[in-house]
Structure formats: structure tokens, C-alpha cells
């Protein structure tokens, strides 16, 4: 793809707003995932480049945090290179033994499934084994390289969120 498709492609990008998370096994760079329905594979795309990938990749499992708007600090410490993201960042381990960020929204536990090559990233596909709605709240959002938030929607809630998962869960598991 040519410099100036590259750099097209990205413009197109940052016109979608993402909600923003951590994917860690035990800490490095944060990397993009989509978190679709608990019978669909989780996708994340790391950098072949990731210091955090192989660690990924030899646990066989890691854990989606997903942000509130007031963890944008949070977000910025783990959206660098370098250093102990961790270093006061209350965390627990998870059922698969991915660290589970304290205050998150959300959280989202999965075995790696399989790695598909996609250039210089890889395709990595993860099998929802936890799901966790932590707190109610406004998520983080990423756009136009900018961070901001939504007010939630007054008819939505943790409990209806939760209910809505375990629904899903025993549809898939019948």
C-alpha cells in the first residue's frame, strides 16, 4: 500500500470512536480489541514489533479491561512503551491468570484460540472464558486521537448488562 494510502486509511480510522481498554498478560503496550457477543472470538491486532505479544502468546490467555471515562490517566499509562505500567495500578488476577485492573467498567477473560498472519501484526482470536460488569459508568472513549466520554443512557444498567451476558452465555451453552 502506497505512504499516502497509509496515511488516507488512518484519517478514515480516526473518524471511529472506540471505547478504550487494556489487554494485558502481565503489562506492556495496549492493543486494540473488539469484544462482539461471548459466542464470537475476541479480535485483537498486535504489532509483531509487541513486547507484550509473546508474553500473550506463552500464557495462552489474557483479560480485556474495558475503561471508564475517569481512568484516561490509567489509559495513558499503559498506551506507552516502556516502564511498570503496573506500578500503582490496583490489579487482581482473573480465572485465566490475566491481571484484572481494579475500577474498570467491564472485564473480559479469554484463552488464546488462534493467530492468523496479517502483515506486519498478527491476528489474534481469543475464547471468552469470564465476563465481569465491574461498575456503572461513562467508558473512555478514543477519537480523532482525543479522549472523551458519553453519559450511559439512563435506561441502561450493570444489572440489565449482566443479565443480558448470562442470556447470551446459556443460549450459546444449549
Same mark, same amino acid.
Given at each position: 500500500? =502506497?505512504? +499516502? !494510502?497509509?496515511?488516507?486509511?488512518?484519517?478514515?480510522?480516526?473518524?471511529?470512536? !472506540?471505547? &478504550?481498554?487494556?489487554? +494485558? $498478560?502481565?503489562?506492556?503496550?495496549?492493543?486494540?480489541?473488539?469484544?462482539?457477543?461471548?459466542?464470537?472470538? &475476541? #479480535?485483537? #491486532? $498486535?504489532?509483531? @514489533? /509487541?513486547? @507484550?505479544?509473546?508474553?500473550?502468546?506463552?500464557?495462552?490467555?489474557?483479560?480485556?479491561?474495558?475503561?471508564?471515562?475517569?481512568?484516561?490517566? %490509567? #489509559?495513558?499509562?499503559?498506551?506507552?512503551t516502556g516502564g511498570d505500567k503496573f506500578a500503582g495500578a490496583p490489579w487482581h488476577a482473573g480465572g485465566n491468570g490475566a491481571p484484572l485492573l481494579d475500577g474498570?467498567?467491564?472485564?473480559?477473560? #479469554?484463552?488464546?484460540?488462534?493467530?492468523? !498472519?496479517?502483515?506486519?501484526? &498478527?491476528?489474534?482470536?481469543?475464547?471468552? @472464558?469470564? %465476563?465481569? &460488569?465491574?461498575?456503572?459508568?461513562?467508558?473512555?472513549?478514543?477519537?480523532?486521537? /482525543?479522549?472523551?466520554?458519553?453519559?450511559? $443512557? =439512563?435506561? /441502561?444498567?450493570?444489572?440489565?448488562? /449482566?443479565?443480558?451476558?448470562?442470556?447470551?452465555?446459556?443460549?450459546?451453552?444449549?
Amino acid at each position: 500500500m =502506497a505512504q +499516502q !494510502d497509509v496515511l488516507h486509511l488512518r484519517r478514515i480510522g480516526a473518524e471511529a470512536a !472506540d471505547h &478504550v481498554h487494556v489487554l +494485558q $498478560p502481565v503489562g506492556d503496550r495496549e492493543v486494540a480489541a473488539r469484544v462482539q457477543h461471548a459466542d464470537v472470538p &475476541v #479480535c485483537f #491486532c $498486535p504489532a509483531r @514489533t /509487541s513486547a @507484550t505479544w509473546p508474553r500473550i502468546e506463552a500464557a495462552g490467555a489474557f483479560a480485556v479491561n474495558i475503561l471508564a471515562a475517569d481512568q484516561e490517566g %490509567l #489509559c495513558r499509562r499503559f498506551a506507552v512503551t516502556g516502564g511498570d505500567k503496573f506500578a500503582g495500578a490496583p490489579w487482581h488476577a482473573g480465572g485465566n491468570g490475566a491481571p484484572l485492573l481494579d475500577g474498570v467498567l467491564a472485564s473480559v477473560e #479469554c484463552d488464546l484460540e488462534g493467530v492468523l !498472519d496479517g502483515g506486519d501484526h &498478527v491476528i489474534a482470536l481469543g475464547r471468552v @472464558t469470564g %465476563l465481569a &460488569v465491574h461498575r456503572d459508568g461513562p467508558p473512555l472513549l478514543y477519537f480523532r486521537r /482525543s479522549y472523551g466520554s458519553l453519559p450511559r $443512557p =439512563a435506561r /441502561s444498567s450493570s444489572a440489565s448488562m /449482566s443479565s443480558s451476558i448470562r442470556a447470551a452465555r446459556s443460549r450459546s451453552e444449549a
